[in-house]
T-cell receptor, first 114, second 112 residues
Framework: DAKTTQPPSMDCAEGRAANLPCNHS???????VYWYRQIHSQGPQYIIH???NNETNEMASLIITEDRKSSTLILPHATLRDTAVYYC???????????????FGGGTRLMVKP | DADVTQTPRNRITKTGKRIMLECSQT?????MYWYRQDPGLGLRLIYY???????NKGEISDGYSVSRQAQAKFSLSLESAIPNQTALYFC???????????FGDGTRLSIL
């Protein structure tokens, strides 16, 4: 499984777009990029995932570079409730099945400020 | 995620007691998982189940057991609790291969 690197913390003004980067330079061809977040003491919450095309859903957009070595999660209009730790995870689908995807690292602590 | 419900939400108990944490889901998923999370660490997998008859150990299964009573229910037991099992416990479900997991809100367990 590819290792990921994320900045430990970021601030964002309420109402602005939050852009969270993730570096995964050793990603292999079949590995997907997944983003989860965890609000204090709550369960991890799935946000979005992608293979190589950019993806968008009701929560966020995922931009994956053409070489797939990095990606950016975009929260278009951050709110105070988006304050959380955001985790970027790179895994093969079959390893997700075995449940071992969530031995993730430190993530990025996003603080949305009024 | 209200589709995955964990009970109790909080529990304080003593060393040596038997404890059961319960998880139920309304998502219709076959795959269910139990994790623990310790302060400053990521999630570690305790047990997982692909269906009612298929249960597998995760990386830290010692001291724990599970029961998959039905597709919708997956229970975690600590037969004789010890203080280093104090943690936040999460249940998760998954649908098709490659799809993301969906988590409950966790059970905060303290063992004195």
């Amino acid at each position: 499984d590819a290792k990921t690197t994320q900045p430990p913390s970021m601030d964002c003004a309420e109402g602005r777009a939050a852009n969270l980067p993730c570096n995964h330079s050793t990603i292999s061809g079949n590995e997907y990029v997944y983003w989860y977040r965890q609000i204090h003491s709550q369960g991890p919450q799935y946000i979005i995932h992608g293979l190589k095309n950019n993806e968008t859903n009701e929560m966020a957009s995922l931009i994956i570079t053409e070489d797939r070595k990095s990606s950016t999660l975009i929260l278009p209009h951050a709110t105070l409730r988006d304050t959380a730790v955001y985790y970027c995870i790179v895994r093969l689908p079959r390893s997700l099945n075995a449940g071992n995807m969530l031995t993730f690292g430190g993530g990025t602590r996003l603080m949305v400020k009024p | 995620d209200a589709d995955v419900t964990q009970t109790p939400r909080n529990r304080i108990t003593k060393t040596g007691k038997r404890i059961m944490l319960e998880c139920s889901q309304t998502k219709g998923h076959d795959r269910m998982y139990w994790y623990r999370q310790d302060p400053g660490l990521g999630l570690r997998l305790i047990y997982y189940s692909f269906d009612v008859k298929d249960i597998n150990k995760g990386e830290i299964s010692d001291g724990y057991s599970v029961s998959r009573q039905a597709q919708a229910k997956f229970s975690l037991s600590l037969e004789s609790a010890i203080p280093n099992q104090t943690a936040l416990y999460f249940c998760a479900t998954r649908g098709r291969l490659g799809q993301p997991q969906h988590f409950g809100d966790g059970t905060r367990l303290s063992i004195l």
